[in-house]
């Protein structure tokens, strides 16, 4: 299995964000969900139009059959709104062009996010990225472990810093600094 890391570079961030709504805004929708929620992919994948219509997410965790109720943030809102004007309710946010309505497979969307890597020069990138960039990028804005692991449902938040990649950045900190 892989190691997949977050997206780091705000900047970097940005200019995914608008290749991709050039390029496809059903990607850029992908993105924009996995960027903005922290759901994972399987869970990012179901969601049909109906599910985004208000200001919140409510869903079932497929991994933990949990229920969570997630509060879009006003970009992703504005994202969302503009992408599902017209479409149908029951239609899948994320649809596959093949068939009548199914969403694309995860192995689409890796495929979708890898293209974007090679596109940015980014290494150790897949569909748990998304995850782990908001993860990170919530815990560099409001320091606050303990509510990211109850996002994420881990047990630690010594799990949580591992899979954020703040426990890799600050052993990378020490190494650039550390000499003999």
């Not at 991994?63 to 504005?78: A, G, P, Q, S």
Request: aromatic share 10%.
């Amino acid at each position: 299995m892989n190691i997949v890391e977050p997206i780091r570079d705000k900047d970097i961030i940005d200019e995914i964000k608008e290749y991709l709504k050039k390029k496809n805004e059903r990607n850029y929708i992908l993105f924009m969900l996995g960027i903005n929620t922290g759901l994972r992919i399987q869970d990012i994948l179901k969601l049909r139009v109906r599910d985004v219509e208000g200001w919140w997410i409510t869903i079932r965790e497929k991994k933990t059959h949990k229920h969570k109720r997630i509060k879009m943030t006003t970009v992703l809102k504005k994202a969302v709104k503009e992408y599902i004007q017209g479409k149908p309710k029951n239609e899948y946010l994320i649809k596959s062009r093949n068939g009548k309505n199914r969403p694309i497979t995860r192995g689409m969307a890796y495929n979708i996010l890898n293209e974007v890597a090679r596109e940015f020069g980014l290494e150790s990138i897949g569909c748990h990225s998304m995850r782990k960039t908001y993860g990170y990028h919530f815990y560099k804005q409001f320091k606050d472990v303990a509510v990211l692991m109850d996002i994420f449902n881990h047990s630690s938040e010594k799990i949580t810093l591992r899979y954020i990649g703040i426990n890799q950045d600050t052993q990378d900190k020490y190494m650039r600094r550390f000499s003999l």
